[in-house]
């Protein structure tokens, strides 16, 4: 379909995570608990994909998230 938005969640790692946890695991672990929490949401609500990201999102100055550019991110494959 042209022109529709898929909800999705980018999550970022801690540090300490990283180097504890196996990829795998981690992104186990991560999507069990992201479908934990949104449970309770509206099925067009909840995100169908989930990525993972590594270092920090790009923030405005006002330290809001650059959703366009994290957007173009996605779409160029820069997450996990």
Do not use: H, W
């Amino acid at each position: 379909l042209k022109d529709t938005e898929t909800v999705c969640a980018v999550v970022v790692t801690a540090d300490d995570i990283v180097k504890k946890v196996s990829e795998t695991d981690l992104r186990d672990l991560l999507e069990r608990e992201v479908r934990k929490s949104v449970e309770n949401i509206a099925a067009y609500k909840r995100p169908s994909r989930i990525y993972l990201s590594y270092q920090e999102l790009p923030k405005t100055n006002t330290r809001k998230n650059k959703r366009m550019l994290i957007k173009r991110m996605i779409e160029e494959g820069a997450f996990a």
